[in-house]
């Protein structure tokens, strides 16, 4: 399995920018799809992004899209979420989770990385 590890939130004011980071080791990071998810205090845990193995496929929540990039490194074994245009709302965990290869669940995620976007 891949071991994830995220870093890069902060606190930062409504309208600023942050880029997470999610260093992988273990198992080849270019054969994992990858997700970024968040949870907010007192909500479920929702989906934000995805990347395709290549990086030549994403797709976003509706609540994120025109705002946030997924993107990844596969050279450097890391994966990215640049969020631009923060809202309060954003406040979050952030996570990143590789998906086992069925699709029907996820092989690792990492620990997560606390977000907070002041009005």
């Known amino acids: 399995q891949v071991q994830l590890v995220e870093s890069g939130g902060g606190l930062v004011q409504a309208g600023g920018s942050l880029r997470l980071s999610c260093a992988a080791s273990g198992r080849t990071f270019k054969n994992y799809v990858m997700d970024w998810f968040r949870q907010a205090p007192g909500k479920e845990r929702e989906f934000v992004a995805s990347i395709s193995r290549s990086g030549g496929d994403t797709n976003y929540a509706d609540s994120v899209k025109g705002r946030f990039t997924i993107s990844r490194d596969n050279a450097k074994n890391t994966l990215y979420l640049q969020m631009n245009s923060l809202k309060p709302e954003d406040t979050a965990v952030y996570y990143c989770?590789?998906?086992?290869?069925?699709?029907?669940?996820?092989?690792?995620w990492g620990q997560g990385t606390q977000v907070t976007v002041s009005s």
């Open positions: 989770a590789a998906p086992n290869s069925a699709g029907t669940g996820y092989d690792s």
